[in-house]
């Protein structure tokens, strides 16, 4: 097909309808064919629309096809001259906001698309690039799990000294809770240099994450972490854990609590031990950071298991979370709506 450039001047809600039908228009032309893909593409380019108006009231999209080394794909480029974003790092994460933001948000977009590129000057502008490639049809049966987290910060404080990450690539997910030592400022930054290392490093093996984020984090207060990672493919979760962040599992026979090693990331660690545990049916597994009341039971919860895990991590970090302290909980559970 000959190369389609699309370009619309945005400056008013009602543009994220015209964004969405055009990017579907274009995905389909391009070749496209998954209903689930041109729908992710749609919302990526409203979304871009949305928090073009949010920050900068208005400014342009682009829309283009594109070709790379046999691969076909769209790209979807948001510009405006508005007064940029503080920290493009932090506003990236996927899920890194706190509870009342419903929005998708650049996190989201970063997880639906295959290429996500912010360039953002405090006082001139931003202009992100995202793309998105055909892929060939999969195969491998993948594993439908949910997953989904929350984390707010100590009552009364404007940062977070907790985050946490999901981040998916091919058969693979690697979910994180991370504490940034004490609260406020100092331990959002640790928390932040940390982030920002896992989300270069996603791919690598648990224990070298750990020792990565170790000497990154060794100029911050320190962080405790938990670190999942989910094969999706042979139903298998690694773990490794150091400090105090818990992980538990329930499932019909067995309830597990992974071991994390005492330790603060940054300072001191020890020798990094991955575990690895299958996945049976009906399993669950919750993470969470110590700003969650350790002292609970999932007996108590468990009547909630046929519902999205978003919703079980919000129930239970409203239930559990300290309010002296940032609070972050992770829940992963098998996607039974698309079993
Ligand atoms: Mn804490």
Known sequence: MEKEKWSMEVGHPN????????????????GFNKAEDIEEIAITASE???????????????????????????????????????????????????????????????????????????????????????????KKVIFPLDFSGVSRPYPGFQVNGDAFIIKRWKENVLISVIDGLGHGPMANRATTIALEYIKKNFDQPLNQIIRGLHIECRHSRGIVIALARFDLINKDVFFTGVGNVEARTFGNKMQETFITQRGLVGRTIPTIRVMKHHWEPGFIMVLFSDGINSRWRWIDYSHLLNEPARFIAYHMLENLAKDNDDATIIVIKENRSLN
């Open 15 to 30: 543009d994220k309808i015209k964004a969405r039908k055009k990017s579907r228009i274009i995905a389909k032309q391009i």
């Open 48 to 138: 871009l629309v949305s928090n073009l108006i949010k920050y900068a009231k208005d400014g342009k999209i682009i829309i283009t096809s594109i070709e790379e080394q046999g691969k076909k794909g769209i790209q979807i480029e948001s510009i405006d001259n508005g007064p940029g974003i503080e920290d493009v790092e932090l506003a990236i994460v996927d899920g890194f906001s706190t509870i009342g933001s419903l929005g998708f948000g650049l996190g989201t977009i970063n997880r639906l698309m295959d290429n996500f590129n912010i360039i953002s000057r405090k006082g001139i502008g931003t202009h992100i690039i995202v793309k998105r490639w055909i892929k060939d049809v999969i």
